[in-house]
């Protein structure tokens, strides 16, 4: 379970206010992806959140919400996203780092230290630390991933109103059996990836 120790050590090195981020939707065919940046104040943080926070993998999507909900009042948080034309033109990996930057910039205040899940580091204006299954291992990149899956899951149940058939409100954009069906009954929609292999390969199997 997450907890506050790399925070702690981190405050104990001067380091004041400390920031977890995380991303939601690096895998799906369609929408953007979507990152988070969460400060969390261990001294008052609620029990149901010391206990409950961890990776939003392994959270129910009600859990996730519950949890989000509660974290609008104990936190401080900022959420950017990268479009699918930034996905396509930078590939995904560099606009998942461009989506943390831009989530970290959305905070009311400028950390002095950001925890990121994951090997590779955004470019921020502050110090970076990486942090292999840090959502497992830190309660404020816990708060990120799930603040970053519960506002993509959002985004895309709205996506899926504008452009039905495709199921987003269910799979929100990931290759399911629904989505690889509907994609090539319906064609792309301008929310897909077209720059991602699957997409590519049905459509051209389909000529879209």
């Not at 950001?114 to 502050?126: H, I, K, M, S």
């Not at 990836?193 to 390969?201: D, E, G, I, L, N």
């Amino acid at each position: 379970m997450p907890d506050f120790s790399l925070e702690d050590a981190a405050r104990a090195e001067g380091f004041a206010l400390v920031a977890g981020l995380d991303e939601a939707g690096r895998g799906p065919w369609a929408g953007p992806v979507v990152a988070a940046a969460v400060i969390l104040d261990g001294a008052r943080l609620s029990p149901e959140l010391r206990d409950g926070l961890d990776d939003s993998k392994k959270l129910s999507p009600r859990r996730r919400r519950e949890l989000f909900a509660a974290l609008a009042d104990h936190a401080r948080i900022g959420i950017g996203q990268a479009e699918v034309d930034e996905i396509d033109r930078l590939n995904i990996l560099r606009a998942t780092l461009l989506a943390m930057g831009r989530a970290l910039e959305a905070l009311s205040v400028r950390p002095d230290l950001a925890l990121v899940d994951g090997n590779r580091a955004p470019e921020l204006p502050c110090p970076v630390r990486c942090v292999v299954g840090g959502d497992g291992r830190s309660l404020s990149i816990a708060a990120a991933s799930i603040v970053a899956k519960v506002s993509r899951d959002e985004e895309m149940a709205a996506l899926a109103r504008a452009h039905p058939g495709y199921g987003w409100e269910r799979n929100a954009g990931y290759g399911t059996a629904e989505h690889r069906a509907a994609l090539v009954r319906l064609g792309p929609s301008p929310l897909h990836r077209r720059s991602f292999r699957p997409v590519a390969a049905l459509l051209g199997k389909t000529k879209c």
